[in-house]
């Protein structure tokens, strides 16, 4: 056999040494690193209510609340059209006169872009003609599709 050196078992690498001794800052390197990892790998969500640089939510001017959202049940004139709607569509409700009205006015537009929350089946025997459909609107808008609805026929359109 030939000759060799003999084997030495001693503490380790210089730089392991090195680390070990110096636990925090390898436990805070380690942690910076991880984090930068994340950031990185992030997804970008500019489009939803985040900066531009993806990094804190912006927040809202505090002059302009957002509108308090209420529930509005609207009985509209077409029910088949009615059938077509689901909850989380947006339609827009259009107020026109009643037939045989003498008022001869345009039809308006009394809420853009509703949101459908429920659309109730029929009940047996229903009341008149049409649909009932809930919808989520500003206050202010529920109280005119409520006016509208008892002075004119309602229609939706998909928005």
Do not use: K, N, Y
């Not at 509108?67 to 947006?90: C, K, M, Q, S, W």
Request: charged share 20%.
């Amino acid at each position: 056999m030939p000759p060799f050196s003999p084997v030495r078992v001693g503490p380790g690498h210089p730089r392991m040494r090195r680390l070990l001794r110096h636990r925090r800052r390898a436990v805070a390197a380690g942690l910076a690193m991880t984090a930068a990892a994340l950031v990185a790998a992030a997804p970008s969500d500019t489009g939803r209510g985040r900066s531009p640089a993806g990094g804190h939510p912006v927040v809202p001017h505090p002059a302009r609340p957002a509108p308090r959202l209420v529930t509005a049940p609207v009985r509209i004139a077409d029910a088949e059209a009615v059938r077509l709607l689901r909850p989380g569509d947006r339609v827009d409700v259009i107020a026109a006169d009643a037939p045989g009205s003498d008022r001869g006015q345009q039809p308006q537009v009394v809420a853009e872009g509703a949101r459908v929350v429920e659309v109730p089946e029929p009940a047996e025997g229903g009341m008149g003609t049409g649909a009932l459909v809930v919808l989520s609107v500003p206050r202010p808008t529920a109280t005119r599709l409520a006016g509208a609805g008892a002075t004119a026929r309602l229609a939706v359109t998909l928005c």
